[in-house]
């Protein structure tokens, strides 16, 4: 598969990831999704609806990303955008491993015992959480930064994907409408900067090799 392919490919899912993100947050409007809800809640369908969007478009989105790096890889922001990368992605995965306990073991606990909910996130599982807040923040400060230097893409991608980052950070202290309405906003930000970067992907032409070839030939 060539190069451009590659980058088509992964430029249609930074589209379709963060958008199945928005979605969710538009159900999440509809419903509470905290794990401190009503147990009734865990019961609804749109409890499952939520967390199993949220759960696709993280996926997709993951999948995604390597394209984002590789296309700006050969430029000032690679090793920055590396890291920056790589800790997204694995704020992606906590966020993921969340997901799938509240989607699969939380209506379990929900039947049979309700009362070790808000226990079982005073563990380490409350780790998974705090922790794709924190690398998902750290990561997207990093990624501002590798995509303004690097300059393959818009800087105003690398500025959504900071306030997105400081937008989930945020959510930790708010409560549930307010909490919804800025994730709402916080997804929208994702969207409209990976969308960006996913349409400059999926319209590249040249392989990489050959634009860099092309600029050392224009060199004076």
């Known amino acids: 598969m060539s190069n ?15 958008l199945l993100g928005v979605i969710a947050a538009i ?4 419903t509470e999704t905290s794990f401190q809800a009503p147990v009734s809640t865990f019961h609804s369908a749109l409890w499952p609806t939520y967390y199993s969007l949220s759960l696709l478009g993280g996926m997709l989105l993951l999948i995604g ?28 995965c906590m966020g993921l ?15 049979k015992s309700p009362n070790i909910i808000e226990d079982s996130f005073k563990t380490s599982i409350a780790t998974f959480p705090l922790g794709s807040f924190l690398f998902g923040l750290i990561g997207a400060v990093l990624l501002c930064i590798a995509v303004i230097r690097a300059k393959v893409y818009p800087s105003y991608v690398g500025i959504l994907l ?16 307010v909490a919804s309405i800025i994730g709402l906003i916080s997804q929208g930000s994702l969207l409209l900067a990976f969308s960006t970067a996913g349409i400059k992907l999926f319209n590249q032409r040249k392989p990489l090799n050959s634009e860099a070839h092309q600029r050392t030939v224009n060199l004076p």
Do not use: M
């Open 4 to 18: 451009a392919s590659l980058y088509r490919f992964g430029g249609v899912f930074l589209i379709l990831g963060p």
């Open 27 to 30: 159900v999440g409007l509809f």
């Open 65 to 92: 990303l390597p394209a984002l790096y590789v296309r700006q890889s050969g430029g000032r922001g690679g090793k920055i955008g590396l890291v920056g990368i790589l800790l997204y992605a694995l704020s992606i």
């Open 97 to 111: 491993a969340v997901s799938g306990y509240l989607i699969s073991i939380l209506p379990y606990l929900a039947d």
């Open 162 to 177: 900071l306030l997105s980052g400081v937008l989930d950070l945020s959510n930790i202290f708010a409560t549930d409408t």
